[in-house]
């Protein structure tokens, strides 16, 4: 769980990437008709209640495509915004604006989204221990931004890909011939090639549970798609021989009961995979 992908070459990567796919060989539309030497500023204004998100990123596109620009903020990435407000201005080439303004924009909406539902569901969950966290149910290539919104919204990032953490799934356990066989198989790989990183074990019910309890070296056990009965069990079966994670279809409607379980962790794929934009809109000041 740590943010260590979050780094100024990265966000450089990205920012690149994302432009050289939306500018190509040139904005022509831009180039058409803005005169060259026209300096302009815009401002971004909010049109959907929420969290705010993306305001740094949104500075770094600017000031990628001109490092001279003025980048003046109003609202803070992970305040609480309401339509009508503005959240920066920003000051440069009329036609450096209009190249950066998509790619702010969706980077912003989208981020604004996934931020103002982690908010909502941390909120929900304040009374307990539990910590929410996100999955690796992302957008391709935009893992970062939509992991860095999580963050913002107030929630934890669980694993950032396959490489910085063992999580065995069912498939995983199914394909070694069950959890027993699943951990000594990976404790002994890890050992071989010099590696550590954290176990975590997917249970389906409390036979599961016993057994990775048994197997020993596991660091979280998750309680995939269990009832909340079920997961109390599990939980106090489990005490503090392992971090605890609850998985599996959880919703506004079934999170509080869950977090009331004692779980240590509770992860929520749809809070990056079925989020609606925040309305968010870049306009010309004149």
């Known amino acids: 769980m740590a943010y260590q992908y979050l780094t100024d070459k990265n966000l450089e990567q990205f920012i690149v990437s994302a432009l050289a796919e939306d500018i190509g060989e040139g904005d022509f539309s831009t180039l ?11 401002k971004l204004l909010i049109k959907d209640n929420g969290i705010l998100a993306g305001v740094d990123l949104a500075q770094k596109i600017f000031k990628h495509l ?3 620009c003025s980048f ?16 920066f201005r920003v000051k440069a080439h009329a036609q450096i604006l209009l190249q950066g303004e998509r790619l702010v924009l969706n980077c912003m909406q989208r981020m604004s989204a996934i931020a103002t539902k982690t908010n909502h569901f941390t909120q929900m969950i304040a009374h307990t221990k539990a910590r929410l966290l996100d999955t690796r149910k992302t957008t391709p290539n935009f893992r970062m931004i939509e992991k860095w919104a999580v963050l913002i919204g107030g929630g934890t990032n669980h694993r950032f890909g396959l490489f ?21 198989n990976t404790q002994k790989y890890l050992q071989n090639i010099n590696k550590k990183l954290r176990i975590e074990v997917e249970t389906r019910n409390i036979d599961e549970v016993k057994e990775a309890l048994s197997v020993g070296g596991v660091d979280v056990i998750m309680l995939d798609n269990m009832s909340v009965a079920t997961m109390k069990e599990a939980v106090k079966l489990i005490g503090n021989q392992a971090q605890t994670e609850a998985s599996g279809g959880i919703t506004e409607d079934t999170i509080i009961g869950i977090a009331e379980t004692g779980v240590d962790f509770i992860s929520v794929g749809a809070l990056t995979h079925a989020v609606k934009s925040l309305d968010l809109s870049l306009k010309a000041v004149v």
């Open 32 to 42: 058409s008709s803005v005169p060259k030497e026209a300096i302009s500023t815009a």
């Open 66 to 68: 001109e490092p001279d």
């Open 72 to 87: 003046e903020i109003f609202k803070k990435d992970g305040e609480k915004v309401q339509k009508g407000e503005e959240a």
């Open 164 to 184: 910085d953490m063992v999580m065995l799934k069912d498939n995983h356990i199914d394909y070694a011939g069950g959890i027993t066989k699943a951990v000594q």
